[in-house]
């Protein structure tokens, strides 16, 4: 692949980690929302249904972000063994450490955000 076609599939891959992390920080801060106002109070079908919401909202968000990630790290490797490079893709490659940080943090903000939003439901 060309440097020019490598920094269009890091474009995209950023964009999707991005876009990636919308819906599950829009819906956790919603559901800390609803549980001010009464969620953790509400029937249990009702606080089953959130919590499986929750947990599908960011099963599907960790696993857009890891794809992301990894396609990531893939064109970091293309970028590297290319013979010239200009000036942003030896950028790209010098703050790639940044994509483990998307791959393994994120996912693991969620799920103790998650664990956190099941106590507060349930308990």
Known sequence: MTESELLTHWASARWH???SQIAPTLLLTATVGMLAAGLGDS????????????LASGLLGAAAQIA?????RAVV?????LESRSAIADRIIATSRGI????????????????ALLWALFL
């Open 68 to 72: 992301a990630a990894n396609e990531g």
């Open 17 to 19: 980690i991005i876009i």
């Open 43 to 54: 029937d249990l079908p009702v606080r089953l249904a959130a919590a499986g919401i929750l």
């Open 100 to 115: 483990e940080i998307v791959r393994v943090v994120g996912p693991a903000v969620f799920v103790l955000v998650f664990v």
């Open 77 to 81: 490797t293309e970028l590297r063994a």
